[in-house]
């Protein structure tokens, strides 16, 4: 059922007496929180992904921490990079806390409410992004040459501080692409609840 026949009955029902409505908009309030949550099956999916790759990623980098304990030019860059991931980890639980979670008895506020915070955590990722992609970008090149072909790249001071100043204006544009095209499904959703929330006014 597309979100306008879902609208379509929830105006219906709006308008129905109170004594046979009951039901039916019970039934229609499932509806909706079936068809909202259907919306988040690509989010869900993505922060799945998301949530295995920096716990795989953070099993690496304590390895790499222990292996470089007394290194501190090594240490502390997969320490910085470690805060990051744990960063990384928290919104992602956070998200599937949202996904799967029921925090309401009113089934259109709660996917209203969880539609609201997706879209401000989204909107967040990209901010936080201006941020991290240059400050992550020199540490993991350091840590990732030195694990993978033991090379120190404190040899190359000048590289590391082109891959730092270069890394600027890839975030800029990452972020600009990220801006320019939200999720789509998740502003569909946003869309619907509001008409609903308009229609109970």
Known sequence: ??????????????TAPKSSNLLSRKLINEAITSKVGASFKEQKFSTYFELISNILWMCFLV?????????????????????????????AGYQLWLYHGSHSDDAVLD???????????????????WLLIPVLSTPFLIVLAKSLA????????????????????????????????????????????????????
Do not use: C, T
């Open 150 to 201: 033991g090379i120190d790249m404190y040899l190359f001071p000048n590289f590391l501080w082109q891959i730092g100043l270069g890394s600027i204006p890839i975030s800029a544009i990452i972020v600009w692409i990220l801006k320019r095209f939200p999720s789509k499904k998740l502003q569909e959703a946003r869309d619907f609840l509001d008409e609903l929330d308009q229609m109970k006014e």
């Open 63 to 91: 390895s790499f921490m222990k292996q470089e304990l007394h290194a501190l030019q090594f240490f502390i860059p997969a320490l910085i990079l470690g805060l990051a991931s744990l960063l990384s980890l928290g919104m």
């Open 1 to 14: 059922m597309e979100y306008r026949e879902l609208s379509q009955l929830w105006q219906e029902d709006s």
């Open 111 to 129: 996917a209203q409410r969880k539609v609201m915070k997706l879209q401000y955590l989204e909107a967040l990722d990209r901010r936080l992004l």
